[in-house]
């Protein structure tokens, strides 16, 4: 399946990388254009599912990072290097033919400026130098530029932010945009498309889970545990039941505060551990080791990297059955979906594997009939809120299934 990334840009760097997106292999690009760096904040909470995030900037990286830390994806930004500078200044030397001290340049790291020109030998002329911080406001930026060019001291004005390169433009001040490369943004991409596939491969890793109760415990109420994390399921021993799933599905249960859903369904106390490795054995017996820790109704879980986390549960439930989120709002009123079915679905998106999924993976998720599960789905495509975006052939002979994925935020 392709990787999909969702890209934070300024008009031109989207109209820039459109030009370029046939050369990337695999990949898929959902675009999000902002008129501010600053617009990334808001721009993070509406992104469709996807695999990883990638800003064209710093800048709108460190706006957006908090919001950035509350997807279930990487993110990952096009950080600026000497490669760049070097080639902005080589431009400028053989375009405009301008000494170096007559230039003003903004940017996250002045000290890449300093490390160029003194690998080519010159210490004595430097331009004017504005380190951007995150606590700035553009007008700072674009008068910083300004005041050097109406003081006769610059003639051009070089900018890393495309709202500085319009405001200085309408001023009618000389000035070009940081020039990133082809070869530099097709990089850049390919390292986001490296982390999309290393946090994928991290999330499919083996995670087992032992759940010890003092009486027997009903299948049906086994299965519906094991639904919530993908599961297969065995009796170990006398009370004692093993889950097989994944780190990625186990690691979004204990966030969504999924453990206190199945003390919940329990009919008697219950006690759950644990266990990330390498391999099945490993993550065993890390759950083992794990399982001692924990009390009745709580659950511990014991990484790879031998680190003991819990006790769990330890925030709110997530299913809601009310929502105050204007578009989830509007949704519900549009689909007739319930916002407990939509809030289900939203965790559905986030802990499903790839942004693709079959009406059979969202019915086993949520446990409910195929003709259910068809019927949420319909509700969802008429309305545009989902999408077929292909078919697979399955191994039984019947019509093949519909792949889907969400037009709407999920995250």
Known sequence: ?????????????????????????????????????????????????????????????IYAKEASEKLPVPTHYLKQD???????????????????????????????????????????????????????????????HAELHQSGKTTLAITSIHAVFNALQDQHIPVIRMLDSKNFILKGLEDAKSIALLAKSESAKIAIGFIQSKEAIPEDTLKKIASTIQANLVQSANHLYTFFSTQGNVQLALENNTVQHWINL???????????????IEAT?????????????????????????????????QIRLKTNDPKLVQIAKETTLSPANLSKIMQ????????????????????????????????????????????????????????????????
């Not at 990949?27 to 902002?34: A, E, G, K, P, V």
């Not at 329990?266 to 644990?274: G, L, R, T, Y």
């Not at 794990?290 to 986390?309: C, F, H, R, V």
């Open 82 to 144: 000497e490669t760049v500078i070097t080639t902005t200044l080589l431009s400028v030397y053989f375009s405009n033919n301008i000494p170096i001290e007559q230039l003003s340049i903004d940017l996250i790291e002045p000290q890449l400026i300093q490390n160029v020109l003194e690998d080519i030998g010159q210490h004595e002329q430097y331009p004017h130098m504005l380190k951007i911080e995150p606590t700035f406001q553009l007008e700072e930026v674009v008068k910083f």
């Open 348 to 411: 559905f998106s986030r802990s499903h594997s790839s942004v693709e999924f079959t009406a059979h993976d969202l019915e086993v998720y949520l446990q409910v009939s195929r003709r259910t599960t068809e019927r949420l789905l319909k509700k969802l495509v008429d309305h545009g809120y989902a999408r077929v975006t292909g078919e697979e052939m399955t191994y039984q002979q019947g019509r093949p299934r519909s792949i889907y994925e969400f037009n709407f935020p999920t995250y």
């Open 1 to 61: 399946m392709d990787i999909r990334i969702a890209v934070l840009g300024s008009a031109n760097f989207i109209d820039r990388l459109m030009n370029l997106e046939h050369e990337l292999v695999s990949t898929r690009l959902d675009y999000y254009i902002y008129q501010s760096p600053v617009d990334a904040t808001e721009i993070v909470k509406n992104i469709k599912p996807c695999d990883v995030v990638f800003f064209s900037g710093s800048l709108p990286y």
């Open 266 to 280: 329990a009919s008697a106390p219950i006690k759950i551990a644990f266990g990330y490795g390498k391999t099945v």
């Open 285 to 317: 017996q890390n759950a083992k080791d794990a399982l001692p820790y924990a009390t009745e109704n709580t659950a511990y879980l014991l990484t790879d990297q031998k680190e003991l986390l819990g006790p769990y549960p330890d925030n709110k439930q």
